[in-house]
């Protein structure tokens, strides 16, 4: 035996007898008394769950504990996923509704599905250690485990339900427990991060659940099909199970106001301290199930003070509209960034990236002009290919009159009119060298600004077949190519106060 087989079964062994101990019973009651508890515990769930598995149940549930609990329990025909994050219980509530549901009668055939056979045997192995090895379940309904049919990946208790680990892409035909076809799947954690950066292994992955697993239930008879775990992409088994199910509960650690979902358990300050231990990115995939895409071309960014505005000989804004005059989430990004070239390095020093309308998107520009303050020249451009030249002349650039106007100081916008290549190529062989070499800084003071993390997220979303909106780093290679090329526009002039004091920031 391999030493981690060993230390697996040394810890499920340490596993099993912290059950045996934890679920003692009375001896001393009697038939009736135990008949009469055993009822009113079936009757209410939650307290059948806190009395079966104390070890797991050791804070108060939430509502949508308590909800998702009784929507499975009240329907015999029901399809539902639960992308919670971690730290909510999944897994641990679902062990508890099965076998709940086993041991009252309401299911005989068991399927619990992962991403492999090895981690779907893995967590059906607290199924089967319950059920041999929790005193408190042996002593209520009896001895389950059966001579014979009692391995890790599959078993039958004497009652005579069947459960049966199963990994993806393995063939589940035939399942079947005497007459009884599969009545409960319950998939978990069936996505991995490798498999979900290709879109022809989601595609074969999700063939296989709607051509082979899901039809091992009966279309005539009773059946519960829950899907559990994180959404870790944009397309992934998860948001493909999303679009068919009864009903899609989609809980994070915090909630809309900024409150942890589960307080109970997690507290605010616990929270808090573990998300500052990962980057955002994970923890906005783990416990936000908002997935962030990273790319291969900038895996890191530099965070780093920005010197001075005053050191600095110029400044460039830079503007990548976009035509839609909407701030829905469906429109496309709207970016303005403000970048400053340094002995070289190149400095992101303050960004403006959202869901806008044009007027918004404009008046960037003037609070770029106060935020820099007059310390050093200014120049201001908007991307405006042949495309969208009408566009900046008949809608942007009255825009900035009308802005003008009510600022009572006027910004001289240009547009930058060069014919550019296409997106990914500009980015990849504009900025991957700068960023490579240690040369493209982001400034660390704007880091808890949401425009500067979503421009995060971007860069780390940027691959050959962009698949995110770049609209930020597209911004921020056009800032640096003007920069860069100091090919500056004579109709571009200087903004902003007289400087009176070089030496202030």
């Known amino acids: 035996m391999k030493f981690t087989d060993r230390q697996s079964l040394q810890q499920w062994e340490e596993y099993r007898q912290n059950l045996i101990r934890s679920t003692a019973v009375d001896a001393n009651e009697s038939e009736v008394d135990r008949a009469r508890r055993i009822a009113k515990l079936e009757k209410n769930p939650e307290m059948w769950f806190a009395y079966y598995f104390p070890n797991y149940y050791k804070s108060k549930p939430a509502k949508f504990h308590i909800d998702a609990t009784r929507r499975l329990l009240n329907n015999d025909r029901w399809y539902e996923v639960r992308a919670w994050s971690r730290e909510l219980a999944k897994s641990a509530r679902s062990m508890f509704e099965v076998i709940y549901l086993a041991l009252t009668g309401k299911i005989r055939n068991v399927l619990l599905v992962s991403n492999s056979e090895d981690n779907a045997i893995r967590l059906l192995t607290p199924f089967r250690l319950n059920l041999e090895s929790n005193q408190r379940i042996i002593n209520d309904y009896g001895n389950q485990q059966a001579v014979g049919q009692w391995e890790e990946g599959e078993f039958v208790t004497r009652n005579g339900v069947s459960f049966r680990a199963l990994?993806?892409?393995?063939?589940?035909?035939?399942?079947?427990?005497?007459?009884?076809?599969?009545?409960?799947?319950?998939?978990?954690?069936?996505?991995?991060?490798?498999?979900?950066?290709?879109?022809?292994?989601?595609?074969?992955?999700?063939?296989?659940?709607?051509?082979?697993?899901?039809?091992?239930?009966?279309?005539?008879?009773?059946?519960?099909?829950?899907?559990?775990?994180?959404?870790?992409?944009?397309?992934?088994?998860?948001?493909?199970?999303?679009?068919?199910?009864?009903?899609?509960?989609?809980?994070?650690?915090?909630?809309?106001?900024?409150?942890?979902?589960?307080?109970?358990?997690?507290?605010?300050?616990?929270?808090?301290?573990?998300?500052?231990?990962?980057?955002?990115?994970?923890?906005?995939?783990?416990?936000?199930?908002?997935?962030?895409?990273?790319?291969?071309?900038?895996?890191?960014?530099?965070?780093?003070?920005?010197p001075p505005l005053s050191r600095f000989r110029y400044l460039v804004a830079y503007g990548d509209p976009s035509p839609s005059n909407n701030k829905l989430s469906q429109s496309s990004y709207k970016c303005v960034v403000l970048v400053g070239v340094l002995e070289g390095t190149f400095y992101i020093i303050k960004c403006f990236l959202d869901h806008v309308t044009n007027s918004q998107f404009i008046e960037w520009f003037y609070d770029i002009h106060d935020y820099v303050g007059g310390y050093t020249h200014l120049y201001c451009f908007i991307e405006s290919n042949s495309l969208q030249s009408p566009f900046f002349e008949q809608v942007l650039s009255p825009l900035s009159v009308e802005i003008g106007k009510i600022r009572k100081h006027f910004l001289f916008i240009s547009p930058d009119e060069r014919k550019k290549p296409d997106k990914f190529t500009r980015i990849e062989g504009t900025l991957e060298p700068l960023n490579r070499a240690g040369r493209l800084v982001f400034n660390i003071n704007e880091r808890s600004n949401p425009h500067m993390q979503r421009l995060e997220e971007q860069f780390k979303a940027v691959e050959p077949q962009l698949g995110a909106s770049l609209d930020g780093p597209d911004a921020v290679e056009g800032a640096v190519w003007i920069a860069n090329t100091k090919q500056l526009s004579s109709a571009t002039i200087r903004i902003g106060k007289k400087i009176v004091n070089p030496k202030r920031y």
């Open 167 to 306: 990994g993806a892409g393995q063939s589940p035909r035939g399942t079947r427990n005497e007459e009884s076809r599969v009545d409960f799947i319950l998939v978990d954690d069936i996505d991995t991060d490798v498999e979900c950066r290709n879109k022809r292994i989601i595609d074969q992955k999700w063939q296989w659940v709607e051509q082979a697993l899901m039809p091992t239930v009966s279309i005539s008879n009773s059946y519960r099909i829950l899907f559990n775990g994180n959404i870790i992409a944009k397309d992934c088994c998860i948001t493909r199970a999303m679009k068919k199910a009864n009903h899609v509960d989609v809980v994070n650690i915090r909630d809309k106001y900024g409150r942890s979902t589960w307080p109970e358990k997690n507290s605010e300050s616990d929270i808090d301290t573990f998300l500052s231990m990962v980057s955002y990115s994970s923890a906005q995939k783990e416990f936000f199930n908002n997935p962030i895409v990273e790319g291969s071309v900038f895996k890191e960014l530099i965070w780093d003070k920005v």
